[in-house]
């Protein structure tokens, strides 16, 4: 089991930054280029949420089967845990707050990882990952 601590700024209220990462449709337009999904619903995170979806990364490498589970999504606290597996993932458990900063907003996303042998290498892809989604999602907020 690896942890994974990325932390990212914003200069919007936390409420804004909440409805954008607690949204489907937004993580897929800010994902754009980095991993594309088959089967994400529509709307915003509800805790319950139960998802199997297809995930491509860099939309060239093969479709994987991935499993998403909603463990809790609290708005009041803007506090999102979920649950997931798949395309080699034995247990991704991901906790995202978002918490209001002198200047805005701060968005914190992290992960506990376990991917037997691979872990490190899904540890080095997940900071990736949260960090390459900030630029896109900056322009999708002030854009939106």
Not at 3 to 18: G, I, K
Not at 49 to 77: H, I, T, W
Not at 125 to 138: E, F, I, V
Request: proline share 4%.
């Amino acid at each position: 089991m690896k942890s994974v601590l990325v932390e990212n700024d914003y200069t919007v209220a936390p409420d804004r930054l909440w409805a954008v990462v607690t949204d489907y449709d937004a993580l897929a337009e800010i994902m754009q280029g980095i991993a594309s999904f088959e089967g994400l619903p529509k709307g915003r995170a509800q805790t319950g949420q139960k998802m199997n979806v297809m995930v491509s990364l860099f939309g060239r490498f093969p479709k994987q089967p991935y499993y998403m589970e909603v463990l809790e999504c609290d708005e009041a606290q803007m506090i999102l845990r979920s649950s997931e597996k798949g395309a080699g993932v034995r247990s991704w458990r991901h906790t995202l707050t978002v918490t209001e900063t002198a200047f805005g907003s701060r968005l914190t996303d992290h992960i506990e990882i376990d991917a037997g042998i691979l872990t490190p290498f899904f540890a080095a892809w997940a900071k990736y990952l949260y960090g390459a989604r900030h630029k896109p999602r900056q322009q999708f907020l002030h854009r939106a």
